[in-house]
């Protein structure tokens, strides 16, 4: 039961353009969104995040959009650059009602590859 | 800066093995978690713990075992290690309160052959 789903395995981008990565979940309990990204050979690292009250969040070049009656995030990387390329995760977590824990629940990865 | 410290960058061990892989975390936070990250199939969680002596079953616990003894080490057990568990596996804590992000290790790549 993939709560969180990232369907394209990879995204292969030219430098200074735009990259989406796309993202959908399935519980509605969810509300606090994150992605991470992650090198070969390095734990992931937090990149933004966006809570289920807001539909976009912005840092930098990197945006988060959230579209809640589609259950469906996205983030994008304007512009691409080189050394962006890395694995990209989404995650969830349910706040509201949920355990003190903090577990988060990770989508599959998406590779993105920005090209020179 | 805060820290999350696995022990070994990488693994080589043999069937039928026990296995410990550890981890520290020097930011005095209460939850910890060990994931396993396999290609097409993301971040699956093992195991976590929300303090001391305690501990919850993930999402694919069996095959694995955990141990908190102190605050800041969460120790991942393979009590009987397989090929199928060839993986990368991560380390991550996090605090109380409102922070829901975590702070992983650098992970560790073990082979089982």
């Known amino acids: 039961d993939q709560q969180v789903k990232q369907n394209s395995p990879s995204l292969s981008v030219q430098e200074g353009r735009i990259s989406i990565l796309n993202c959908d979940y399935t519980n509605s309990m969810f509300d606090y969104f994150l992605w991470y990204k992650k090198y070969p050979a390095e734990g992931p690292t937090f990149l933004i995040s966006i809570s ?7 840092d930098g070049r990197f945006t988060v959009f ?36 903090g577990k988060l629940t990770f989508g599959q990865g998406t590779i993105l590859t920005v090209h020179p | ?37 396999d290609p097409g199939l993301g ?48 380390c991550a804590s996090r605090g109380g309160g409102r922070i829901y992000g975590y702070t992983f290790g650098s992970g560790t790549r073990l082979t089982v052959v």
């Open chain 2, 43 to 90: 971040l699956r969680l093992i195991y976590f713990s929300y303090d001391v002596k305690m501990k919850e079953k993930g999402d694919i616990p069996e095959g694995y075992s955990v141990s908190r003894e102190k605050k800041e080490r969460f120790s991942l057990i393979l009590e009987s290690a397989s090929t199928n568990q060839t993986s990368m596996y991560l």
């Open chain 1, 52 to 58: 289920s009250i807001k539909d976009k969040n912005e």
């Open chain 2, 1 to 37: 800066d805060v820290k999350v410290t696995q022990s070994s960058r990488y693994l080589v061990k043999r069937t039928g093995e026990k296995v410990f892989l550890e981890c520290v975390q020097d930011m005095d936070h209460e939850n910890m978690f060990w994931y396993r990250q």
């Open chain 1, 66 to 101: 959230l579209n809640k009656s589609a259950k469906h995030l996205s983030l994008h990387i304007v512009p691409s650059q080189p050394g962006d390329s890395a694995v990209y995760f989404c995650a969830a977590i349910q706040r509201a009602g949920g355990t003190s824990y």
